[in-house]
């Protein structure tokens, strides 16, 4: 049975669940698993879908921070845990609804996910996963005066960062792959995984946040999948990415390996590294990049980046 | 092959993942799964494990709460999620651990899981499940001027409480059963599940929380278990149970619903109700009343208060 991962990521889905109380945005995760569904009912494939968790764990490390002389602090590993929870809960029912509003006869399963990362990557010493809200110069200034983290400027403003290891494994692979053999969608590896290391025999919870295309890929790697889709908001990955010029449709690992230094830090590089280290990885498999609101064309081929061997 | 139900409650269990950096909190749940590992080792028994959440989700709500005018609120019911995500994290690498330490080769997961509830539930107009931290008189008068809530007195202070509607079924319940005929022991229905509800084909999140004793019974119900154990902070039920009087070793569900109006609502009751509900749904099922610290013991008849038919 054909299988593929499906990362969903980028700021159109994943304030789904970031401001879930306005309809507007439950409407996102609706419209997105809307395309799963149609999909998933013309196609005999084992579907796992994997989402990033960028905007909300940054959000629950702000209220953590907020209130810890009020309310015990949580450790920032297991506000990983929590997003999957929610972010998990609202794809599932969205994607449930798609399945049952189209008499599709298919079930979803979220399965909690445990990424091992190695206790010593040099990651931990250098923070580069952007979470949170975007700040500008004045805004940051004062949240640094009582907040002390490390940041990054992007386009759009100025973004804390932290840590993000390398994915090395996926603690819960047999369950992941025991529900896809009974054909239902699997949500898995929510916002990287809950990022754990192992120390004499037992695993033990790690505070970062890993990259979520690189644990895709890892968990495509993992289940033999043939397809990597990683969904974002863009249509393409561009030559010009910062002027969204030279749109590629089809490009080979080695000819995007070429073009790695040029990419942008944070945004397309880790997807095209993703996909690149995917189809490597393998025979015939290939990955695609493209934008969120055509995640059916994407998933046929039709529209986004291919990248192949 | 046997099935068992597990339901941990209680604050010795919960506040491991509540204030998850002091080791000694961690140590509960370390403590509690090292029973269930012993057991486990030992027996064929299928076992889910359940967990409440209420110290969690209070403290969930505080967060959003006290930091609403800065961070984007979540809604109650995935509020639920984001703890099933913590505790279920907490719980499964301390009991995967505990596997390891002892050399068995088990497997754990743990599975998001939502439970029906009925929109028109009269719960929804008496909020009765208490969460979050015990206030002082003069505390709570301070926080119920910023805070409109509902509460109710509890022996250790003043308490919030929420609606708990009544739990009427499982949606994962097909990819628990598959994870159980596995062999993996399964951490599900966590602080009682996230609750929704179904409206023309759809299903839509219900802020509330559901009972854990009585979400653990529907689970029990519907995979078809002989046991449920729910494990809490006292050793029996006792008839002058205030005064920790007059342990009840073994009773028939005949006789525990003569003992219901004299039973304290909100912490021994919903349990006995529970096993009650549980043991009558079906022939030679056996549920029991135990103390946390003696899990093993519990399951296998040693301790604890036995209800049978």
């Given at each position: 049975m054909e299988k593929i991962v499906v990362a969903l990521g980028g700021n159109a889905l994943l304030n789904a669940a970031g401001k879930q109380r306005e309809s507007s945005e439950i409407k996102t995760a609706e419209k997105a698993m809307a395309h799963v569904a149609e999909f998933a009912g013309r196609s005999n494939a084992q579907?796992?879908?994997?989402?990033?968790?960028?905007?909300?764990?940054?959000?629950?490390?702000?209220?953590?921070?907020?209130?810890?002389?009020?309310?015990?602090?949580?450790?920032?590993?297991?506000l990983n845990a929590e997003t999957q929870g929610s972010i998990g809960s609202v794809l599932e029912i969205a994607l449930r609804n798609a399945f049952a509003k189209r008499g599709i006869e298919?079930?979803?399963?979220?399965?909690?996910?445990?990424?091992?990362?190695?206790?010593k990557d040099t990651a931990f010493r250098k923070p580069a996963k952007p979470v949170g809200p975007f700040y500008s110069k004045e805004k940051l200034d004062s949240?640094?005066?009582k907040e002390r983290f490390s940041y990054v400027k992007e386009k759009k403003g100025?973004?804390?960062?932290?840590?993000?290891?390398?994915p090395r494994?996926?603690?819960?692979?047999?369950?992941?792959?025991n529900e896809l053999a009974r054909g239902r969608v699997v949500i898995a590896a929510g916002g990287g995984g809950i990022p754990v290391m192992r120390k004499s025999n037992a695993y033990k919870g790690v505070d970062a946040v890993i990259d979520k295309d690189l644990a895709s890929m890892v968990l495509a790697n993992a289940i033999g999948a043939k397809t990597l889709a990683i969904l974002t908001d863009v249509d393409f990955v561009y030559r010009d990415y910062k002027n969204r010029?030279?749109?590629?449709?089809?490009?080979?690992?080695?000819?995007?390996?070429?073009m790695l230094p040029y990419l942008e830090e944070g945004t397309i590089k880790p997807k095209v590294e993703a996909c690149m280290g995917?189809?490597?990885?393998?025979?015939?498999?290939?990955?695609?990049?493209?934008?969120?609101?055509?995640?059916?064309?994407?998933?046929?081929?039709?529209?986004?980046?291919?990248?192949?061997?």
């Open positions: 579907i796992v879908i994997t989402h990033g968790n960028g905007t909300q764990v940054g959000d629950e490390l702000l209220r953590n921070e907020f209130t810890e002389a009020k309310v015990p602090k949580l450790p920032l590993y297991l298919k079930e979803v399963c979220t399965v909690l996910t445990h990424v091992i990362v190695d206790g949240v640094l005066s100025y973004r804390r960062v932290v840590p993000s290891p390398f494994g996926i603690v819960e692979i047999d369950a992941i792959k010029k030279g749109a590629i449709k089809t490009i080979t690992a080695k000819e995007a390996k070429r995917f189809v490597e990885g393998g025979e015939n498999r290939v990955s695609y990049i493209g934008n969120l609101s055509m995640l059916k064309d994407v998933l046929e081929g039709k529209a986004g980046t291919k990248i192949y061997k």
